[in-house]
């Protein structure tokens, strides 16, 4: 009878489990699949149209989300949501947009390693504005960060002074959309309204600046004279922008933010992998050292981390699992980020 009376929370249980799993999952092929996606996508040498291309993934999204919305739920928009992710939004804008000038210019093994620099920048600010503890072992893992960025960044043979200014500044907006986004975000709104309502944000902050650039008459050109793969590429990056949003959400939900931050840890090794593959990334032994070096220290920061959270009451712990998590989902990115916006 004590078996009988314990089993629906042992399934619950192993309900949990699973959904926690089959949240990591999509987190991760999302991630992957985005950032190999946009690499390809962003690296055509005739669609030069970085504004275009993300104001048309943005808006996919939107509209996905719209149908999504029109036929499961009667409430799509929130003003008081719209109103929160107004400066996130401003800053993830400039986020993807470095992202995809940054994408174009440097290969994918030694960007990633760049962009570990991300989660270090946020760190320090979190240090330096909330007076928030950092490890011996966080600090250590920095040094490591910045050992192997300098080792990757000296043997880069492909070095290009206008990519690598776009990575940096791409971690600069990096580093001030996830603190903003403690200051202006609540956790009041589902993975899908928030996905939903940055989306539209981004698409009226983008799509005015295509045609301000002057990319929309050119991208629609040029596009159709684009094979037929790479346009079902391009639709494929859509539907993976709307899953990055809410996956992200998912495993905060199902699992917990260090989870997340473990993923897009793990992420960057298969990311590293498979674009040098694909992609052809030229790396000398040296820099591939530097890319080793990197990663691991990646991991390092992403487990000190949880080491020091564990000496957080709840809900600091929540919080700060939240912002750690926003970074690693961008670093695939997506990336996308993360906190409900296209990565």
Same mark, same amino acid.
């Given at each position: 009878?004590?078996?009988?009376?314990?089993?629906?929370?042992?399934?619950?249980?192993?309900?949990?489990?699973?959904?926690?799993?089959?949240?990591?999952?999509? &987190?991760?092929?999302?991630?992957?699949?985005?950032?190999?996606?946009?690499?390809? *996508?962003?690296?055509?040498?005739?669609?030069?149209?970085?504004?275009? *291309?993300?104001?048309?993934?943005?808006?996919?999204?939107?509209?996905?989300?719209?149908?999504?919305?029109?036929?499961?739920?009667?409430?799509?928009?929130?003003?008081?949501?719209?109103?929160?992710?107004?400066?996130?939004?401003?800053?993830?804008?400039?986020?993807?947009? =470095?992202?995809?000038?940054?994408?174009?210019?440097?290969?994918?093994?030694?960007?990633?390693?760049?962009?570990?620099?991300?989660?270090?920048?946020?760190?320090?600010?979190?240090?330096?504005?909330?007076?928030?503890?950092?490890? !011996?072992?966080?600090?250590?893992?920095?040094?490591?960060?910045?050992?192997?960025?300098?080792? !990757?960044?000296?043997?880069?043979?492909?070095?290009?002074?206008?990519?690598?200014?776009?990575?940096? %500044?791409?971690?600069?907006?990096?580093?001030? &959309?996830?603190?903003?986004?403690?200051?202006?975000?609540?956790?009041?709104?589902?993975?899908?309204?928030?996905?939903?309502?940055?989306?539209?944000?981004?698409?009226?902050?983008?799509?005015?600046?295509?045609?301000?650039?002057?990319?929309?008459?050119?991208?629609?050109?040029? %596009?159709?004279?684009?094979?037929?793969?790479?346009?079902?590429?391009?639709?494929?990056?859509?539907?993976?922008?709307?899953? *990055? @949003?809410?996956?992200?959400?998912?495993?905060?939900?199902?699992? =917990? @933010? =260090?989870?997340?931050?473990?993923?897009?840890?793990?992420?960057?090794?298969?990311?590293?992998?498979?674009?040098?593959?694909?992609?052809?990334?030229?790396? !000398?032994?040296?820099?591939?050292?530097?890319?080793?070096?990197?990663?691991?220290?990646?991991?390092?920061?992403?487990?000190?981390?949880?080491?020091?959270?564990?000496?957080?009451?709840?809900?600091?712990?929540?919080?700060?699992?939240?912002?750690?998590?926003?970074?690693?989902?961008?670093?695939?990115?997506?990336?996308?980020?993360?906190?409900?916006?296209?990565?």
């Amino acid at each position: 009878m004590k078996f009988l009376a314990k089993w629906p929370k042992a399934l619950r249980s192993l309900g949990g489990q699973t959904e926690a799993a089959l949240a990591c999952c999509s &987190y991760a092929f999302c991630s992957i699949s985005l950032t190999l996606a946009n690499k390809a *996508i962003f690296s055509e040498t005739k669609l030069n149209y970085p504004w275009m *291309i993300l104001g048309v993934q943005s808006l996919v999204v939107a509209l996905l989300l719209l149908m999504y919305f029109t036929s499961f739920s009667s409430s799509a928009f929130k003003p008081r949501l719209f109103r929160q992710m107004l400066l996130p939004c401003f800053f993830f804008t400039a986020f993807i947009f =470095s992202n995809a000038r940054s994408l174009r210019h440097i290969s994918l093994p030694i960007l990633t390693v760049f962009k570990s620099l991300a989660p270090m920048g946020i760190a320090l600010v979190e240090r330096a504005v909330f007076r928030e503890n950092v490890s !011996t072992g966080t600090y250590c893992a920095m040094v490591l960060i910045v050992l192997g960025n300098g080792v !990757t960044a000296t043997n880069d043979v492909e070095f290009h002074p206008v990519g690598y200014f776009w990575a940096f %500044f791409n971690i600069v907006m990096n580093v001030a &959309y996830v603190i903003s986004l403690r200051f202006c975000l609540s956790d009041e709104y589902s993975s899908a309204q928030k996905t939903l309502h940055s989306n539209i944000i981004a698409t009226s902050f983008i799509l005015p600046l295509s045609f301000l650039f002057g990319e929309i008459p050119g991208f629609f050109q040029e %596009f159709q004279l684009t094979a037929m793969r790479f346009r079902m590429l391009f639709l494929f990056s859509c539907f993976l922008a709307t899953g *990055i @949003g809410a996956s992200v959400f998912w495993v905060l939900k199902a699992a =917990s @933010g =260090s989870t997340l931050s473990f993923m897009g840890a793990m992420n960057k090794v298969v990311v590293v992998i498979l674009g040098a593959m694909f992609f052809d990334a030229k790396v !000398t032994r040296s820099g591939w050292v530097g890319v080793t070096l990197g990663i691991a220290a990646g991991g390092c920061f992403a487990a000190s981390k949880k080491l020091s959270l564990k000496s957080l009451s709840p809900k600091s712990k929540y919080r700060k699992e939240t912002l750690k998590e926003d970074v690693s989902s961008l670093d695939s990115k997506q990336e996308k980020a993360e906190s409900g916006f296209v990565s």
